[in-house]
């Protein structure tokens, strides 16, 4: 299992990001750590999730992963199990990033009044959403690169579809019970697996690999793919 062989120790309590130990992401990222938590949980592996908890502080700061300033590990994943206090988009209603787009979908759709239930916010999430699926390219099954995705710097010479955006829209259509949609998404997920049994972080305009398996894709790709 491609999980497991990124483990750093035998009680499988932290998980590197990718195997390749000469790569800049050969770390513990502690984001990725509470998305695996969550991804054992919903997959029924109760004590390898709670392993992962028991060796880190997912509301501590972030001191492993610059690009994070800091911030919590549970900050943006935690609606993938329905937590919303600690989401840092909390509110939001608009967005032009696809992997945001997806998350605010199921922010809204996860909200509630106390006497209204979700009543209230099913507007918010409808248009997010809808705004979302109009993006996505049923023919190449992919979306639209958002501008994250097209921006070009001296790190990434050319543009690349992010595979975990992907991801995260199944996962966005499965919430909102949008069945062709989701096994549209999935024929292209299961077509990306890496013969390793990871998934490439990114692809090129014509869908090429670009980079190494990592664990947050991963992660995100088998949530999307298992019922």
Known sequence: MFIDSLR?????TSYWEVAEKDHNEHKVFPQTQYMLHIIFNYLGMSQEAARIAAAHDFNEPDTIDSSRNG????????VLEGNLKPFRFAGQKDSDYNDLMALLSLYWLEKRHAILGNWPYRKDAEAIWRKLLSRYDQSKRVLEMDPAEKEIKPSKPFPLHAV???????ISARRKSDADTLDSIRIRLKEWQDVSGGWITDRTIDFQPNGVANLETTCLCIFALTD
């Not at 975990?164 to 199944?170: R, T, V």
């Open 8 to 12: 750093v120790d035998d009680g499988r």
């Open 164 to 170: 975990f955006k992907l991801a995260l829209f199944a």
């Open 71 to 78: 911030r919590p590990a549970n900050d943006t994943y935690c």
